[in-house]
């Protein structure tokens, strides 16, 4: 069992950066792949970006490579999502899911994740 916090959103102009947070309970975090997900309004929720268990696999959605990176400290039970560059379409609430099982490789697909926080609000202002 996982415990998902998201924190580090807020308002932004564009061209601005944030950094998301995702604090972790238990101690198997380190054992979980994670991903970040979002969710603007009136839209479904979409792929952001995925790290393995370790760390040293990651995916990104095409519409963030080269402006979001994911990282993870398993040390601190915390995964991070630098965003740069960020546009009004950016504007969503972002999710930091654990997958369902252990010592995954990171999947972009939504179905994949089984453990999820309340989300973090992040707007971009143009």
């Known amino acids: 069992q996982v415990q998902l916090v998201e924190s580090g959103g807020g308002l932004v102009q564009a061209g601005g950066s944030l950094r998301l947070s995702c604090a972790a309970s238990?101690?198997?975090?380190?054992?979980?792949?994670m991903g970040w997900f979002r969710q603007a309004p009136g839209k479904e929720r979409e792929f952001v970006a995925a790290i393995s268990w370790s760390g040293g696999i990651t995916d990104y959605a095409d519409s963030v490579k080269g402006r979001f990176t994911i990282s993870r400290d398993n040390a601190k039970n915390t995964v991070y999502l630098q965003m740069i560059s960020l546009t009004t379409e950016d504007t969503a609430v972002y999710y930091c899911?654990?997958?369902?099982?252990?010592?995954?490789?990171?999947?972009?697909?939504?179905?994949?994740?089984?453990?999820w926080g309340e989300g973090s609000r992040s707007t971009v202002s143009s």
């Open positions: 238990g101690r198997t975090f380190s054992r979980y792949a």
């Open positions: 899911p654990a997958e369902g099982r252990w010592y995954g490789l990171g999947s972009s697909s939504l179905e994949e994740y089984r453990y």
